[in-house]
């Protein structure tokens, strides 16, 4: 069983930054694809970034050099790093595990665990 955490969300500007973190317990994230997505109030949940274990990434075209998934398997965390907020970028941001997956996924339903999510919000 793997409980993830996630933190670093909050109000920024336009233009600024944020580090979204997401912690695991229970396990390490050696061997696991890790994605972040988000939900808009009155959208559905999309997806933002992910990394296999293999150390390939994926991003949506709409993050696509502004974020960046980092991972660093000793600290058992995998980090978003926003840069360059847009006021549509404003969502509630969740990381989700998927267990022996060395590709990045797009697909949320093959994610096993999720965490409980982190506000993002980002001022005009």
């Known amino acids: 069983q793997v409980q993830l955490v996630e933190s670093g969300g909050g109000l920024v500007q336009a233009g600024g930054s944020l580090r979204l973190s997401c912690a695991a317990s229970?396990?390490?994230?050696?061997?696991?694809?890790v994605g972040w997505f988000r939900q808009a109030p009155g959208k559905e949940r999309e997806f933002v970034a992910a990394d296999g274990w293999s150390g390939a990434t994926a991003y949506a075209d709409s993050v696509k050099g502004r974020f960046a998934i980092l991972r660093d398997n000793a600290k058992s965390t995998v980090y978003l790093q926003m840069n360059s907020l847009k006021p549509e970028d404003t969502a509630v941001y969740y990381c989700a595990a998927e267990p022996g997956r060395w590709a990045p996924r797009r697909d949320p339903v093959y994610y096993e665990y999720w965490g409980q999510g982190t506000q993002v919000t980002v001022s005009s």
């Open positions: 229970g396990r390490t994230f050696t061997n696991y694809a």
